[in-house]
């Protein structure tokens, strides 16, 4: 089952290619119906899971270059499943976002799309260093595809700033990997995490790890080719990177560097934090003074991602929960606002905040739509957003009050890039007279949106069923992990 889920959609890709020759509508379709069905079959994934146990499940293994040590080993537990369904979940609606914004090359771009999601999902499922290696390299070319290919017009540029970015720390990553398998005899994930390693050795590997995972994030400083990435990518680009894309470097650290490095992960706290904070509070400031829609969402996602990062190194239960719950957050509240950002580009052709205002006068369900998310961004109650925000700040408090402090100046500052954003574009006289004669969304848009708009408002209200399923898989990492867990107080 966990295989066909992984390659279904590369084995639908391979069938465009080769059965669907130059009618673009029957490749939409087709991309639509195999991510459907993805979908479907990672929900029966979930349906027997067993939240219970701590243990890897749906478990495969099979010889591939066994002179070698090397294995072919899925499996997934309470920490990456939630990834695999987030990617299932977001790709149908990437593609349905993708039916009129994309003319040229269609085929191409579905296949793209799907082997993308092969990829990611391969990723969050591998339980083999190498087998794990090989997926994340592979992921580079679809998304370098996406952007280079169907981008704007600086889309060369910033296809060739994220390859290099990625491929730069993944090299890195490489040695690490390399070390971990000749120190440990295996590259076996599970077997690596019970195998101790000395302070020394697990500081450079740490150190290896954490340069290819913080440029995934991304972390500050090296988040500089995010907000290029995301101008010049597709709408359907521009969501998948923000929604799964950077979530694959805080998985790395939440699979291999807590876990199998522990003694260096405590290490290096301090600089995490510190890191962590930059981005929270820098690039919210950056945010403020954004003139691009794109561009302002894209540096809020990368301090979004600084929450995320501290909450994983607290070393608590809150915390990492609140870390793992906010990436999900942040999947499906920053997918969404790009999506938004691509209705109105759709319309306008523009992102320029100035060319924007009054829109709720045209277009009101959109406003209403807009609202919604921009409240979960900010972390209303009652909005996914404030729970994972909320447990982050509680386990960094339980962790470093003085860093909790700082971190909650982050969250106003939020609120104020966002609601003045919303402001500019929503509210107000009509500036642009194009914008008086707009559209309101269309039904293809709000079956694209309603989904997203019903998990905001699920985990607002009732997010245990969420955190059930990597609550028992969190316990076992700290303990891994050696870490006495912090409080008293376990919130569900």
């Not at 010889?63 to 990834?83: C, E, K, N, Q």
């Not at 040695?175 to 995490?193: C, D, Q």
């Not at 400083?221 to 950077?246: C, K, N």
């Not at 293809?444 to 997203?452: D, Q, S, T």
Request: charged share 10%; net charge neutral; with cysteine.
């Amino acid at each position: 089952m966990l295989s066909l889920v992984t390659f279904l959609p590369l084995v639908g890709a391979l069938v465009i290619a080769i059965g669907v020759h130059r009618n673009p509508d029957r490749a939409r379709y087709a991309a639509l119906m195999v991510s459907l069905v993805t979908f479907v079959l990672s929900l029966l994934l979930l349906h027997g899971f067993d939240s219970d146990s701590h243990a890897f499940q749906f478990l495969e293994e099979r010889p591939w270059l066994p002179a070698f040590g090397l294995h072919y080993r899925m499996g997934v537990d309470g920490i990456s499943l939630p990834f695999v369904l987030l990617t299932t979940f977001l790709t149908p609606i990437c593609i349905l976002s993708s039916w009129e914004s994309v003319q040229k090359h269609v085929k191409e771009y579905m296949i793209a799309f799907l082997a993308l999601e092969t990829f990611v999902v391969g990723v969050f499922c591998a339980l083999d260093f190498i087998v794990f290696y090989i997926l994340w390299e592979a992921m580079l070319i679809p998304m370098f595809l996406i952007i280079g290919v169907w981008g704007g017009p600086n889309r060369i540029y910033a296809a060739m700033k994220f390859f290099l970015y990625t491929l730069a720390g993944s090299v890195l990553m490489l040695i690490a990997v390399l070390a971990l398998g000749i120190e440990g005899g295996t590259f076996s994930i599970p077997k690596l995490m019970e195998h101790p390693f000395s302070l020394s050795f697990q500081m450079w590997v740490f150190l290896g790890f954490f340069v290819s995972f913080s440029v995934k994030v991304p972390m500050w400083p090296v988040h500089t080719w995010l907000p290029d990435a995301h101008v010049e990518a597709p709408t359907a680009g521009s969501v998948i990177l923000a929604g799964i894309l950077l979530k694959m470097g805080a998985y790395g650290f939440l699979r291999f560097s807590i876990p199998m490095l522990p003694d260096a992960s405590r290490e290096f706290v301090p600089l995490i934090f510190g890191l962590s904070l930059m981005a929270i509070v820098y690039t919210a400031l950056v945010a403020l003074m954004q003139k691009d829609l794109k561009k302002l969402i894209a540096y809020s996602s990368v301090s979004h991602m600084g929450f995320v990062t501290m909450g994983l190194f607290t070393f608590n239960q809150q915390g990492v929960e609140g870390g793992i719950l906010q990436m999900i957050n942040h999947g499906i509240v920053a997918g969404a606002l790009f999506l938004l950002v691509g209705v109105v580009y759709d319309r306008l052709h523009t992102r320029e905040i100035v060319k924007f205002g009054g829109l709720v006068q045209r277009m009101p369900i959109y406003a209403f739509i807009f609202m919604v998310f921009t409240m979960a961004s900010v972390g209303l109650p009652g909005t996914n957003g404030f729970v994972g925000e909320f447990l982050i700040l509680l386990g960094a408090f339980l962790a470093s009050k003085a860093v909790a402090v700082v971190a909650a100046s982050g969250v106003v500052l939020g609120a104020a890039y966002m609601l003045w954003m919303y402001k500019r574009v929503v509210f107000g006289e009509i500036r642009n007279p194009e914008v008086s004669v707009l559209a309101d969304v269309n039904r293809r848009e709000l079956v694209a949106f309603a989904p997203l708009i019903a998990l905001v408002l699920w985990i607002g209200f009732y997010p245990k069923p969420f955190l059930d399923i990597f609550h028992t898989s969190v316990q076992h990492l700290l303990e891994q992990a050696k870490v006495v867990k912090v409080g008293a107080l376990a919130l569900k």
